[in-house]
């Protein structure tokens, strides 16, 4: 009898994992965000990345930061964060959990509080300082949505595709 292998992913390292190989979907030049819903019992209910809306073609929405505002990605984008609640159709997200490779901004925060996710599990927090992430967690914690940081183990992993 064989021992069982001790170098195994951990859940943290296998849904934070899934959420950055989601960000990798994203056509976004400047942004690669992924996200992916967890349920209490640790199954993956959904998974999404920043895109335009199905039917807003790449080739023909911008993905410009700068310039007229309707020339820009702002009105356009949907966060990885409201593609996974929205991707997923197996009933309710009540009690479940989110991995995000970046803290939800103040919109997704708002889908994420009326979807019923309890839990937010995120890596990057580059704009922790910015009026939408403030916003963000003051009503995260006035719905008493848990957040905590992603602790990185620093272990890559490689897959070939
Ligand atoms: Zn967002």
Redesign the pocket.
């Known amino acids: 009898m064989s021992e069982k292998r001790q170098d195994y992913i951990s859940w943290d390292e296998y849904f934070m994992g899934v959420a950055k190989l989601a960000g990798l979907r994203s056509k976004d030049p400047n942004s690669q965000v992924g996200s992916c819903i967890v349920s209490p019992d640790n199954k993956i209910l959904s998974i999404g990345y920043n895109g335009f809306p199905r039917g807003c073609s790449d080739d023909v929405f911008p993905w410009s930061r700068e310039g007229d505002e309707l020339d820009t990605k702002y009105f356009y984008v949907t966060?990885s964060?409201?593609n996974a609640i929205l991707n997923y159709r197996g009933g309710s997200l009540e009690g479940s959990k989110i991995y995000v490779s970046l803290f939800?901004?103040n919109?997704?925060s708002k889908a994420i509080i009326q979807s019923g996710i309890r839990e937010i599990i995120y890596d990057s927090d580059k704009y922790g300082d910015t009026p939408a992430v403030i916003a963000s967690r003051k009503m995260l914690d006035a719905a008493g949505v848990h957040y905590r940081r992603y602790i990185r183990s620093g272990r890559e992993l490689k897959i070939t595709v």
């Open positions: 966060h964060e409201l939800p901004c919109e997704c």
